[in-house]
């Protein structure tokens, strides 16, 4: 699969941005999707995915309550929707996948996922 990222930009502290990840096969049910980020300087890190199980959502600590991660089946598109950004949040941002399960307590282990999109530069200034 191939995995195109969009949406990022320049945003003011406390503003909202939505990504968009758009696969070029359908991704329902045979691929597990996830985002991640990472800030200058900085390992990339986890923000947010499905779970396999039950297609429900997990977030990192540090973006829970804030980012939204969502789909649209029919377009094959994964989205991230994220508000209330803060400096901190200013990295390039990656949607990933899998082709198949990855069990829930390793959905967060970037090593797992088979598939990146090329990213998509989120900066959040103060």
């Known amino acids: 699969v191939q995995l195109q990222a969009s949406g990022g930009g320049l945003v003011q502290a406390g503003g909202s941005l939505r990504l968009s990840c758009a696969a070029s096969?359908?991704?329902?049910?045979?691929?597990?999707m996830g985002w991640f980020r990472q800030a200058p300087g900085k390992e990339r890190e986890f923000a947010a995915a499905?779970?396999?199980?039950?297609?429900?959502?997990i977030y990192a600590d540090s973006v829970k309550g804030r980012f939204t991660i969502s789909r649209d089946n029919a377009k094959n598109t994964v989205y991230l929707q994220m508000n209330s950004l803060t400096p901190e949040d200013t990295a390039v941002y990656y949607c990933a996948a899998r082709k198949g399960r990855i069990i829930n307590s390793q959905i967060m282990s970037e090593s797992l996922y088979d598939y990146w999109g090329q990213g998509t530069l989120v900066t959040v200034s103060s």
């Open positions: 499905f779970r396999w199980s039950d297609l429900s959502t």
């Open positions: 096969e359908p991704t329902y049910r045979t691929y597990t």
